[in-house]
C-alpha cells in the first residue's frame, strides 16, 4: 500500500513539473538557510566542551565597580595562581596562562640560515595546564615537559611549520625574541578549531623570569589582560559557595581595591559567549547572536512552508476533478490524505538532498564571511543527521497537513463539475494570511538590514577626534639594543619626501589595547576610584594625529616622563569645569616619584576604542621604554613605493626582525567586524526571504489567475485594458503587503532598539528605514504579481469563456 502512495505521488509530480520545480526550490533553499545556521550555531556551541573537566573548570574574573558603572575583566595579577593554591588547598588543579602574541621566534633550517615567525598562538603556562584541559600527546611527558625554564611545547601543525616535520622536532632549538633559546620537549595532536584556547606553542612557566613580565610576578597592583587564571572546583563545592570564598581574599591580596572589586568564577562552558570580558583569540559568539540566527532560521523554515502551502493550494483547484474521481471510484478520506502527503514528503525529500547540495556549495564563501572553519563533510555528523531528518518529519507535517486536509475534503459532484472555489476560515482566506505572514517576516528582516548597514555606516563616518588617513604603523622590536637605533630610524624615514610626520607610541589613538589605572590627582590622599587609559607617545603624536588641545600644549621631546597632557573626560570625572585649572596640577602614577609630573596640556576627547564604548580618562606621557609602534603619516600619492622604501630602511635598522605593518584605518575598520559580519548575513537572510516570498507570492496569484479566469475574460469583453487586470491583481496584494508592513514595522523597531543600546555612538532609526522598506517590499511584489497578471490579461477572452 505505502509502495503504491509513493508510485502514484511520483507519476503526479512529473505530471506537474513546474509545480514540483518551484516547490523543491523554494524548500531547498529555505531548508540550505536554516541548515547553514544549524551548522553556525552547532559549531559555536561546541567551543571547547571536549574537554573531561569542562563542567568543573572556571575561570576567575575581576568584577570592578566604580562611577563609570561595573565592569568585568579576565586580566588578572601574576600572583595570583601562587595563592589561590596556598589559600585553597582544597583546590585540585590551578593553572595561568598568558597569552605572549605578536612575539617573534627564530629557527635554523638543515643549512643554518635563520628562518623568523611571528606567531599569535604563543601561550607561557605550566605543567598543571595539561592537567586541567585535556590535549593529546603525542610525544613527550605532560609531567615533566614544562616544568624546566626554557622548554617550549609544540603542537603537530606548528612543528611541521618551524621544522619541516613534526617527527624531527623533539630536541630542537627555538629562539624567542633573540634572546632566549628554547628546548622543544613535547608535540602535541593538533587541536580542534572550535577551542578558545589555542595553544599551539606552549612556552614553561619558569621561563618567565627571561621576558617583559619579569619585573611583575609578585605584583598584586596590576591586571594583566593577557594573564588568564583557571581553577578546577572539588566536585562539592559549588561556584556560588566559592565566590563567597573569594571575598575574603580579595580583602587579604588587594586591600585596597576590596572595596571596588571583586573575583568571581566564570564556567569553561560560558567563556565563548561572554561579551563583556572576550577572548585570547577574539572569537567571542554572543548568545543573543544565537538567539537571532536561531529565530532567523525558523523564519525561513516557516516562509518556505509557508511557501508550499500557498503553490499545494493553488493547485488544489486544478485537482478537484481528479479527487472527485478518486472519491467515486471509492477512495476513502484518509487513503487521499496520505497519498497527498506521500507527495510532500518526496518534494521535502528532494528539498533535502538539494539543501545539503546548495549548503555544501556555500560552505567557503560562509567560513570567509564569519571567518570560521566549518568542515565540508558535515553530513558525516549524527547531530547534522538527526536535525535533517527531523526537518524532513516537521517540513513534510506542516507544509502538507492543511493542502491535504483541503484535497481530500472536496465534494465529489463539485469537484466533478469544477466549482470548487477559495477555502475561507472565519471570512478570511488563509492564503492571504499566509502572504501576510510571508511578508511580514521578510520585511522585518529587510528593516533589521537596512538598521545594521546604517549604524555601520555611522561607525564609519563619524569623527574620531583625529587624523586617522594615510597614517601606517610598525611595530618595533621589544629589547633593549634595538632601542637604541630609533633616533636613526626617525631621522632615516622623515628624510623621504612622502612622510610628512614620525612619531613612536605604545598604541595608535584609538586601539583595542586598555592599559588601565587609577593615579593620584594634585596631591590627594587617595587614588582616583575610576581608572585611566595610559598612552605613552612622544611629543610628535599630537601633532600627526591632529589631536586639538583646548589649554596648554604637548609636553617637550624626552626618553623618560616629564609632563602629562590628558584629555577632557579625565577633569569631567575629577570635576575640573575649566581646563586651564588642570594646567600645572600634578598626576602620579603607582605611586612611583619619577611619575609624578604636572599637567602641561588638555586635548579635546578622541575615541580611544571602537564607538560601542565610551571615551575613557587619558594620561598621556613620553616613555621610549614603552613604545610599541612606529606611527608614520603619508602623503596619499606614491605609497607603495614609499612603504617600500620604509621596510627597506626597518630591515637595515633591526635585520634580526620582522617587518610589518598595518593602515590604521583598516585596523579601525576592523573594530566593526562583528557587525559588518551580521550586515552582510542580514542581506541574505533578507534576500532569501523576499525571494520564497515572491514564490509564493507567484503561487498565489497562480491560483487567482485560475479562480478568476472567466471574471478576467468578461472584463476584457467589456473592455477592460491589460492595465486594468494588472491592477486587479495587484491591488489585493498592496493591501496585504501594507498589512504585513503594520504588523512587522513596531516587531522590527523593538528588536533593532534593543541590538542598538549595545552601542554607546547610535543611530536613532527615522521614517526613512521603514519607508525603505516598505517601498521596496512593494515593488518587488509588483513585478511578480505583475508578471504573472499580465500573462493572465493577455489570454483571448474566447478561450476563457469557452466552457460557458
Known sequence: MIKNYFKTAWRSLLRNKSYTIINITGLAIGIAACLLIFLVIHFETGFDTYHTKKDRIYRVLNKRTSSEGVKFRSGLPFPIEKDLRIDFPQLPLVTSVINDDGKQLSVKDAAGQIKRFKEDDLYITD???????????????????????????????????????????????????????????????DLPVNTDLPVNIAISYATIKQTDYKNNLEDWGSNFGSHNCFVVLPANVSEAQFNKQLVPFIKKHRPDEAKREAF??????????????????????????????????????????????????????????????????????????????????????????????????????????????????????????????????????????????????????????????????????????????????????????????????????SPLGFDKDAVVTVSLPGDSVSRLRMAALRNEILQQPNVKSFSYSFTSPSDNTNWGTPITYDNAATETEFRVNLKWADADYFKLYNLKFVAGGPYS????????????????????????????????????????????????????????????????????????????????????????????????????NIYEHKFLDQKIENFYRKESQLSQLYKIFAGIAIFISCLGLYGMVSFMAVQRTKEVGIRKTLGASVANIVYLFSKEFTILILISFVISAPVAWYFMQQWLQGFTYRIHPGVGIFAMSIALSIVIAWVTVGYKAIKAALVNPVKSLKSE
Not at 622 to 645: D, E, F, R, V
Request: net charge positive; proline share 3%; glycine share 6%.
Open 127 to 189: 605543567a598543571e595546564f595539561f592537567n586541567v584541559f585535556d590535549f593529546t600527546w603525542v610525544t613527550g611527558n605532560k609531567k615533566t615537559a614544562l616544568t624546566e625554564p626554557n622548554t617550549v611545547v609544540l603542537t603537530q601543525r606548528m612543528a611541521r611549520k618551524f621544522f619541516g616535520n613534526w617527527e624531527n622536532a623533539m630536541g630542537k632549538t627555538i629562539t624567542y625574541e633573540n634572546k632566549t633559546d628554547l628546548k622543544v620537549t613535547g608535540i602535541l595532536r
Open 264 to 461: 568571581l568564577l566564570q564556567p569553561l562552558t560560558e567563556m565563548h559567549f561572554d561579551t563583556r570580558t572576550g577572548l585570547f583569540n577574539g572569537q567571542v559568539f554572543s548568545k543573543d547572536m544565537i538567539r537571532t540566527l536561531s529565530l532567523i532560521g525558523v523564519f525561513l523554515l516557516v516562509i518556505a512552508c509557508v511557501n508550499f502551502i500557498n503553490l499545494a493550494t493553488a493547485q488544489a483547484v486544478n485537482r478537484s476533478k481528479e479527487v472527485g474521481i478518486r472519491k467515486v471510484l471509492g477512495s476513502k478520506r484518509r487513503q487521499l490524505i496520505l497519498q497527498f502527503l506521500s507527495e510532500t514528503f518526496i518534494i521535502t525529500l528532494f528539498s533535502v538532498l538539494l539543501a545539503i547540495a546548495l549548503s555544501e556549495a556555500a560552505l567557503p564563501a560562509l567560513n570567509r564571511l564569519l571567518e570560521i572553519k566549518l568542515a565540508a563533510g558535515f553530513i558525516n555528523d549524527g547531530v547534522i543527521i538527526a536535525f535533517l531528518g527531523a526537518v524532513l518529519i516537521v517540513v513534510t507535517l506542516l507544509s502538507g497537513v492543511y493542502p491535504s486536509m483541503v484535497l481530500s475534503g472536496f465534494n465529489p459532484i463539485t469537484a466533478l463539475k469544477n466549482k470548487i472555489t477559495g477555502v475561507r476560515s472565519n471570512g478570511i482566506t488563509l492564503r492571504r494570511a499566509l502572504v501576510v505572514v510571508q511578508f511580514g517576516i521578510a520585511q522585518v528582516l529587510v528593516i533589521a538590514t537596512l538598521v545594521v548597514i546604517s549604524q555601520l555606516n555611522h561607525f564609519k563616518n
Open 557 to 656: 621631546q624626552s626618553d623618560t616622563v616629564n609632563a602629562y597632557v590628558v584629555n577632557e573626560t579625565l577633569l569631567k570625572n575629577l570635576g575640573v569645569t575649566n581646563p586651564k585649572d588642570a594646567i600645572g596640577k600634578t598626576i602620579n602614577i603607582w605611586g612611583d616619584k619619577n611619575l609624578t609630573q604636572k599637567i602641561v596640556g588638555v586635548v579635546k576627547d578622541f575615541n580611544v576604542t571602537s564607538l560601542r564604548e565610551q571615551i575613557p580618562p587619558v594620561v598621556m606621557g613620553a616613555w621610549t621604554g614603552q613604545y610599541g609602534i612606529a606611527n608614520i603619516k603619508l602623503s596619499p600619492i606614491n605609497m607603495q613605493p614609499t612603504l617600500a622604501i620604509i621596510e627597506k630602511l626597518w630591515t637595515k635598522t633591526f635585520p634580526e
